[in-house]
């Protein structure tokens, strides 16, 4: 048994029989790749979307986002103009509040004047319709 020994210098050549082979099975394999390499860089990174979500609306379709739109700025305004009266409201409230207790530690304990009972039931009403104002959320539903 022999050992050949190849030296850089030396440039070890493929058989033409198995040059042949390889070329095939070069060939043969980058058919086969050829599909699921050209699958892979033709896919969409984005979702697909039906024509129907994925059109300009039509004027009629604007004209409802548009309403809806108004609308809700609207119920916005409607909620900030609510939150803005009951703050004026309670400090009304606190207020007067305040005042009846002033007015209550100056009688004496077995009279009540009529200026008391008249801001007691102010209070009251002030009272309810600050109550009845925190229940309602203007929007839509």
């Known amino acids: 048994m022999r050992i050949q020994r190849f030296h850089t210098t030396q440039n070890p050549r493929l058989s ?3 040059a042949l082979w390889f070329g095939i099975f070069a060939a043969l394999t980058s058919i086969a ?3 699921v390499v050209g699958q892979g860089l033709l896919q ?4 697909h979307l039906p024509p129907e979500l994925n059109r300009i609306p039509d004027t009629n379709q604007q004209n409802d986002i548009n309403a809806q739109n108004a609308q ?3 119920f916005e305004a409607a909620n900030a103009a609510r939150k803005k009266q009951i703050a004026e409201d309670s400090a009304k409230l606190l207020k007067l509040a305040t005042d009846l207790k002033a007015e209550v530690d100056k009688t004496t304990k ?3 004047s009529m200026n008391v009972i008249r801001k007691a039931d102010e209070i009251e009403k002030l009272a309810h ?3 009845e104002k925190m229940k309602l959320t203007v ?3």
Not at 44 to 47: A, D, Q, V
């Open 16 to 18: 033409p029989k198995r």
């Open 129 to 131: 319709d600050v109550k």
């Open 33 to 35: 790749l050829a599909p």
């Open 110 to 112: 077995d009279t009540l």
């Open 72 to 74: 809700k700025e609207s």
């Open 44 to 47: 969409n990174t984005y979702p």
């Open 139 to 141: 929007g839509p539903g």
